[in-house]
């Protein structure tokens, strides 16, 4: 299984209907790599609430880390399993919405209570893939 999110058929050169590629529940766990939160909780946690010019860097780190990680585990994809343009930018705001969801130190630095950062990623967990597939519709429609 690729790492990355495999687009419909449409999209890898293949039939005129757009078939196959990853179902919902499958994209879902796909979008923040667990490289990305094997790094991020322990540092976070590490952290606690008096570091937020390390926190920032941390995120900045794991966001950077979470869109090349995925790029370069879709290089070593076969090309027609390689994600459209568009799930990195999701993957980015999946893996905000992650922390700011799982981390309370993240949610303070930006003014949220943990509550609110909750209710952050569970929009996202179905937020973002509903986002991909309006994307993939969009492409579908422009070809």
């Not at 900045?60 to 879709?74: D, E, I, M, N, R």
């Not at 399993?81 to 993957?91: C, G, I, K, V």
């Not at 130190?105 to 929009?123: S, Y």
């Not at 991909?132 to 422009?142: I, K």
Request: glycine share 6%.
């Amino acid at each position: 299984m690729p790492r990355t999110v495999v687009p419909p058929a449409r999209f890898r050169n293949a039939q005129e209907e757009a078939i196959g590629g990853d179902q919902f529940s499958v994209r879902l766990a796909k979008y923040v790599p667990a490289e990305t939160l094997a790094f991020f909780v322990p540092v976070a946690a590490a952290l606690g609430a008096e570091h937020n010019k390390m926190l920032v860097a941390a995120l900045v780190v794991g966001l950077v880390g979470t869109v090349l990680y995925l790029w370069l585990a879709a290089q070593r994809a076969e090309p027609d399993e390689r994600p459209l343009p568009h799930f990195y930018f999701l993957a980015a705001a999946a893996y905000l919405c992650w922390t700011v969801g799982t981390s309370p130190n993240v949610a303070a630095l930006i003014q949220l209570n943990a509550t609110v950062g909750g209710v952050v990623l569970t929009g996202a967990v179905f937020l973002v893939p509903m986002l991909d597939e309006v994307g993939n519709r969009l492409l579908r429609q422009s070809t």
